[in-house]
């Protein structure tokens, strides 16, 4: 009904996307919208997969431009890691949910526990329900030394992220689109390691890819027993980390800039 009105106004419609859900196979709903918006549609995406995505199911004519949730983010005031500092914690932030992948986050734990790894981990953010919460604290009691943290918001998320090493995130969330705390963690000098879902193949790098369910954990399992093993080459994982902040930060601005772009004159974009 909005876009029926809008383009009977007269307005320039633009949709700016943040689901992947209509996009893993094709929603007639969206299809409907898409031809109801006419000619002049605009289509925000967050990276060049959800834009192409969006050709193949909806109209190679549509025009599309590339903006990440970099445009809208604050920078997290977490300091950088220190180089001298070793690699001591593994860390989940999220809304906490099995779609989120919280289980094969503490299965992963379990893991490096029974190859004798030395290394804590750190969990953060609100539970989805409180059969979740009693879940993370029975498991944590039964594989050691994990702490769950609660929710985490402002100078707490920022002392949080400022607290782990790497972070893990195995969500297998249907909706998943570009995850904001991968940047939140990459902005802060943090390694990231994350399914293969929405956009988040365009914000890790491939070796630190798990599977869309990440259900096999072994690659990344053994990776992070490198590390633990090797100052050196988890101190060169780092300095790659680092290099990935400061290309962040020119995407963003990037960013920025198109999307204000965009109200300037969107009838001829």
């Not at 876009?3 to 969206?30: D, M, N």
């Not at 630190?208 to 988890?234: H, M, V």
């Amino acid at each position: 009904m909005i876009v029926v009105l809008a383009r009977w106004l007269g307005k320039t419609i633009a949709f700016h996307h943040h689901s992947f859900a209509y996009l893993t196979k094709r929603s007639a709903i969206l299809a409907s919208i898409v031809r109801m918006a006419g000619a002049d549609q605009l289509h925000i995406a967050l990276c060049p997969r959800m834009a192409t995505r969006l050709s193949e199911l909806y109209g190679g004519h549509l025009r599309t431009v590339v903006i990440s949730n970099l445009a809208f983010m604050d920078l997290p005031a977490a300091e950088l890691r220190s180089p001298e500092r070793r690699f001591n914690s593994i860390g989940y932030l999220s809304n906490i949910s099995l779609e989120k992948g919280i289980d094969r986050f503490l299965d992963l734990m379990a893991r490096l526990r029974e190859s004798g790894s030395g290394l804590t981990a750190r969990i953060a953010g609100p539970c989805s329900d409180l059969e979740i919460e009693r879940y993370i604290k029975r498991r944590a009691s039964e594989i050691d030394g994990i702490e769950y943290v609660g929710p985490v918001y402002d100078d707490a998320k920022t002392n949080f992220l400022s607290s782990i090493d790497v972070l893990v995130f195995p969500t297998r969330y249907v909706n998943e689109a570009q995850p904001v705390v991968i940047y939140e963690a990459q902005m802060a000098g943090i390694v990231v390691a994350a399914s293969c879902r929405g956009c988040i193949a365009n914000m890790v790098p491939e070796q630190l890819l798990l599977d869309p369910s990440a259900s096999d954990l072994d690659k990344i399992a053994e990776q992070i027993l490198a590390w633990e093993r090797s100052d050196a080459d988890f101190q060169a994982v780092l300095n790659e980390a680092r290099d990935n902040r400061a290309a962040l930060l020119v995407q963003r601005e990037d960013d920025a800039r198109k999307f204000l772009e965009l109200f300037e004159a969107p009838a001829t974009r």
